[in-house]
């Protein structure tokens, strides 16, 4: 039976969808309100062969190289003098060098060496006042070991104030939002780990989700900004990317677990392994870059397969469900950045968040779909639970409480109370005249009188055959009067079978308990004086005296 409705998870998806996308062109469309600047576009630059359009570097280019472009103080009249800044957003390299006319304005990653992760940041520099001239030479000393160049709008001149803002924008999609999702993260790890702890059902496929997710936070590592890194950028971008094929299969292991399927798991540990292969034979980043620019389509071709193969699955499953609407979103996804990666780089998502959400939408439906099971087995339990108790105390055909458990209750009384011992007078002639099953519809119709008479607090059981116990907690006079309604209610209320009346009369013996004695004389002295009533000539009440 399946907890969560497709309709359900087909909102929750979209608006998991509209959120993913927001955030992905959030960054794109976003420009600070009285934004005033200068650009200096990749094609104002030069280094003698070509510009600083983005592209991938040439086989044989040199790593290190330096690029040109001609300002003109008539370009930035407009802007203010005293206080201009270069802002540079999004160079693809591993560190530059920057130069005003012959002096160096800074630098920032590792221009040497290129052992910097920086190309998702954006760094301003101060252009001195006393460094404009009429025609001024902005030189690039750049280092890059695969993708080099720059976008529309990536090198710009503005005020301190602007550039600040500009800044802030950029820290704040990138930075922020990646360790937002570093954030995430480790809260949906904490979870699962308590529900793992707790012996949850789905230990396998949480584990799964949970591997996903940790190696989802090192690829994340991958949109922050790192000047310097203790290790090659080479090294550095292996693991990154293996990080996410890792992610990718301990998905497929979750997903393989959930819906008893292999395939989702043996594209998922393909790709994984060809992917591992790359790893260890490529030993130059250009061949590295263009390898992962391809093998990142295996991620989308891997949600592929995992549509088709829970698709099936989605009237029966919610796991399925879970599965289907998660991964289409991953795939598009995935596939709108594989595309971007290899045409469109400027576009690129700038933080894991997107993904993060992704899987957390999915481990939030998990969680839900765990904690309905167990409540839904714990209610199954409570059922089973109450049905023996009914079993082991309650007496199947009167309905009553059995001799036993009316005992245990009674023996818990604090006195006073009374013990009333209720027989059906002449039951034999009963189901001698009328039959066994009239006799059965008898023992079930005088508890039903009598419950109506007695109040919540009082004790009703049956002793056996068609004799019935009472613990009734009032005065004695009370009783006595409660018995005798109980009397005149059966004997003019009689069982009606087959449109005729089976007029039934009952002997009741009361025994006054004022202190605190056992049970079993409680009702052996009831009994006896249950017995007086039918001697004495049946359908009264008669009151236990030790002196008779």
Request: net charge neutral.
């Amino acid at each position: 039976m399946t907890h969560f409705q497709i309709k359900e998870i087909t909102i929750i998806y979209i608006f998991t969808f509209i959120f993913v996308l927001i955030l992905s062109i959030l960054p794109i469309i976003i420009t600070p309100p009285g934004y005033v600047y200068v650009e200096v576009p990749p094609n104002a630059f030069s280094d003698g062969t070509g510009d600083l359009q983005h592209r991938l570097r040439i086989p044989g280019e040199p790593k290190i190289s330096k690029y040109n472009a001609s300002i003109t103080a008539e370009s930035i009249k407009d802007l203010p003098q005293d206080n201009l800044r270069l802002s540079i957003t999004k160079m693809d390299s591993q560190g530059y060098r920057v130069w005003w006319n012959g002096f160096l304005l800074g630098l920032t990653g590792d221009p040497n060496n290129g052992n910097a992760n920086i190309w998702n940041c954006s760094h301003n520099f101060i252009i001195d006042q006393s460094l404009i001239e009429e025609n001024n030479i902005l030189e690039l000393e750049i280092h890059a070991k695969y993708d080099l160049g720059i976008f529309d709008n990536s090198i710009i001149i503005t005020d301190a104030k602007n550039a600040t803002r500009l800044s802030d924008k950029n820290e704040f999609f990138s930075t922020h939002m990646t360790f937002l999702s570093l954030g995430m993260t480790l809260f949906a790890m904490i979870i699962i780990v308590v529900m793992i702890i707790l012996k949850a059902q789905k230990r396998v496929e949480l584990f799964g989700l949970m591997m996903a997710l940790i190696f989802i936070s090192i690829y994340s590592l991958d949109y922050l900004c790192f000047e310097f890194l203790p290790i090659s950028y080479l090294l550095f971008k292996k693991i990154i990317m293996l990080s996410l094929f890792l992610a990718l299969l301990f998905s497929g292991i979750a997903l393989s677990k959930s819906l008893n399927l292999k395939l989702p798991l043996i594209i998922a540990a393909f790709s994984f392994f060809i992917f591992l292969i790359g790893v260890l034979i490529i030993d130059n980043m250009l061949s590295f870059k263009k390898f992962y620019n391809i093998a990142f389509l295996m991620i989308p071709i891997n949600a592929v397969v995992w549509l088709t193969m829970t698709f099936p699955k989605l009237k029966t499953s919610d796991e399925a469900r879970i599965y289907f609407g998660g991964v289409a979103i991953l795939g598009i996804f995935t596939l709108l950045e594989a595309i971007f990666l290899i045409y469109l780089p400027s576009a690129l998502s700038t933080s894991s968040l997107p993904i993060v959400i992704i899987f957390s939408t999915m481990l939030t439906l998990f969680i839900a779909l765990e904690t309905l099971s167990q409540k839904r087995q714990l209610s199954d339990e409570i059922v089973h639970k109450n049905h023996l108790f009914k079993k082991t105390t309650i007496d199947e055909l009167s309905g009553l409480y059995n001799k036993s458990y009316f005992m245990d209750i009674v023996s818990k009384m604090k006195p006073p109370f009374s013990i009333a011992m209720c027989d059906i007078d002449n039951f034999k002639n009963i189901n001698d005249t009328y039959g066994h099953n009239v006799g059965d519809s008898v023992i079930k119709h005088v508890p039903k009188i009598i419950n109506e008479i007695l109040r919540k607090e009082d004790v009703v059981g049956r002793f056996g055959g068609d004799e019935f116990m009472m613990a009734i907690q009032c005065t004695p006079d009370m009783v006595t009067e409660i018995c005798g309604r109980i009397l005149n209610q059966i004997k003019n209320q009689p069982l009606i079978d087959d449109n005729k009346p089976v007029n039934i009369t009952v002997s009741i013996g009361v025994y006054h308990i004022l202190k605190t004695q056992p049970v079993e004389l409680m009702l052996k002295n009831a009994d006896i004086a249950m017995y007086k009533a039918k001697a004495a000539g049946r359908n009264r009440v008669v009151i236990f005296n030790p002196i008779d």
